[in-house]
């Protein structure tokens, strides 16, 4: 079987559904070229990504289906697991054979897997939305560190644009050495190697404005007192929030 | 009652939250609220539980008392006039600060803001007018408002909270007017109800004129809720969600709460409880989902026959079991309504149910990948592969598979073989 390895891009993804029609390869598994292991027996084709070939992919599902499984596809994609993006090759295919109809075929144990993951990174996105906390700078920039178990920053960014559009916030994932950065209605990706203070685990306090440390102790003041003590249920609590949330979240910071 | 000198504003937020906590409704949910160009926030819809505390209750809103000085002297209320407890209030802007300075942080989706009653109704409803006012009008907040709606206080002052409100609530408190007067011989239940139906009058209305006038103002558009006190008094779960249910049909409430009475105070007017009934409190809320999202009458769940929730089993299944000439329903036929009854079926296993069966006739395999808890559901399915003896064995032999681990162990070897 032939090996299609990318460079983990959603274009790179892409460029390699692209070159099964124009090579014709009918049997064929993609892989990230991080996660590509050389094997004795086998092909493997290094796809180096072509932004007008992609385009021309998302324009045929487009034309196919509609801006709904288009979003479904992108998400399931940030899911960032080798199994995953073959399901979704599997399912494009059925697309451009007029069979997109199928993704109700919840009986189909491939297109169900693709829903399940769909629903993962809808929760891993709605954690988000309620786990990011910002701490205020000097310099009145908000940020926020995470380290999200799969790569939903490409997804959140509108939720906090439509929420603080006033604010320049930073929103930076740890584990995949990114942030989205917000200023005046504009989101950019960014990199941060000269400012090393943004992405330790913490900021150092003598980064933080000057009330942030008191409204930190109020909002630990607050979680303390909404608690109902004789209710206590800790494996309630911990299937909320999950522990490895605990590191974002101020009201579990003392 | 204890004066303090000054308090510092994290003081306050103790006391004033500690006193806040037992109104359970926390819900950011059920009104749309886009954010303006400059202003700060808005509402999806759908709610965000930003946190969760020690006991596993959702944190989406700043929620706390506006003050705990009280005129009332209700035995279930921590704040009561009679109480031996820390005295104080917040000045409005210092609510307008911390409600902006934690949404800004993601903290929460916005406030939930109650108070004891001090002075008069009118005086207290105008000072949490004032808060939601300054909030929409001078910070330009859209983020989610819940106001309590104090009864006795004007038409007037009602509307403008709701001008400012997603969504206010009354609590009821005690279910019935006997129990109220009980515990607060001053409250009767037509306090209540008052600005209930007035509320539910001007959210109609504007709804109306709403499809009228595009810019009409919304009127409390995440609805009314309110909360009920259970185990403090003796009636019986029928009673209750009979309640409920009149409250759904007939104030159009969004949302029941059921709060399970936590002994917080030793008044003689109230029973001596030694544990907070926290699984009819649950049974309660199961129950209350059954009648809103899976179309069951109340009668269906509780009647005359069956009074009270069974505690061992959930609602949907103790229904079921009492119900057997409705099943086995057949998974590739049935209409939805039917699928939606079955034990260990819920809404999106359902949806996608009738989906699916369109491509091929389901089987047991295919019904646990889509999510059915097969526990449960087994004996009331009919599919391709589904076994005779399980769907015919009595009700009080699945009765005993349905029971949680600790409790089924009673089971003899010899009604186990029926399954083999």
Known sequence: MVELVFDGSYEGFLTCIFEMYIQKIN?????????????????????????????????????????????????????????????????????????????????????????????????????????????????????????????????????????????????????????????????????????????????????????????????????????IKERNNTKLHERHVPRRYWTYLVEKWN | MRLMGKLSVVQKLEILSDAAKYDVSCASSGSKRKNTKNGLGNSSGMGICHSYTQDGRCVSLLKILLTNFCIFDCAYCVTRKSNDIRRTAFTVDEVVDLT????????????????????????????????????????????YIHLKAIPGASDELLYEAGLYADRLSVNIEMPSEKSLKLVAPEKSFKDAMEPMEYLKGAIQESKIERQKFRHAPKVSPGGQSTQLVIGASPENDKHILELSDQLYVEKKLKRVYYSGYVPISDDPRLPIVDKTPVLRENRLYQADWLMRFYKFDVNDIVNDE??????????????????????????????????????????????????????????????????????????????????????????????????????????????????Q
């Open chain 2, 100 to 143: 902006i300075n934690f949404y800004k942080r993601n903290y929460i989706e916005g406030l939930f803001l109650s108070s004891g009653i001090f002075k008069s109704a009118d005086y207290t409803m105008e000072r949490l007018v004032r808060v939601a006012k300054k909030l929409r009008k001078e910070h330009d907040f859209n983020g």
């Open chain 2, 306 to 419: 069956f009074p009270d929730l069974d505690i061992d089993i959930d609602p949907k299944a103790a229904h079921a079991l009492r119900n057997p000439h409705l099943f086995p329903v057949d998974i590739n036929k049935a209409e939805y309504h039917s699928i939606l009854k079955i034990p260990g079926v819920g809404v999106k296993s359902a949806k996608k149910i009738i989906a699916a069966r369109k491509f091929r006739k389901l089987n047991i395999e295919h019904l646990k990948k889509i999510g059915v808890i097969w526990k449960r559901a087994q004996f009331f399915i009919e599919c391709g592969d589904s076994k005779y003896t399980v769907l015919n064995a009595s009700s009080a032999i699945k009765r005993q598979f349905m029971l949680p681990a600790a409790k089924s162990t009673t089971i003899s070897s010899t009604q186990l073989s029926l399954f």
């Open chain 1, 27 to 227: 049997d064929c598994t993609v892989v990230e070229q991080d996660h590509h292991q050389s094997k004795i027996f086998g092909e493997a084709i290094i796809v180096s990504t072509n932004e007008q070939h992609a385009e021309r992919i998302i324009n045929g599902i487009k034309d196919k289906t509609s801006k709904k499984v288009l979003a479904f596809i992108y998400s399931v994609f940030l899911q960032e697991s080798t199994q995953i993006h073959n399901d979704l090759v599997y399912f494009i295919k059925m697309i451009f054979d007029g069979k997109a109809y199928k993704i109700s075929d919840f009986g189909d144990s491939r297109i169900l897997r693709l829903h399940k993951a769909k629903k993962m990174m809808g929760r891993e996105v709605h954690r988000m939305h309620a786990f990011v906390r910002f701490q205020q700078l000097k310099d009145d920039l908000y940020v926020a560190i995470v380290n999200p178990d799969f790569n939903v920053l490409p997804l959140i960014g509108k939720h906090f644009k439509d929420r603080y559009p006033t604010m320049e916030w930073l929103i930076y994932d740890t584990k995949r050495s990114y942030g989205i950065f917000h200023s005046e209605g504009k989101i950019d990706v960014v990199n941060f190697e000269e400012h090393i203070d943004l992405y330790q685990e913490k900021i150092r306090h003598e980064n933080l404005s000057s009330d942030e440390l008191s409204y930190q102790k109020m909002w630990q003041a607050y979680f303390q007192s909404v608690n």
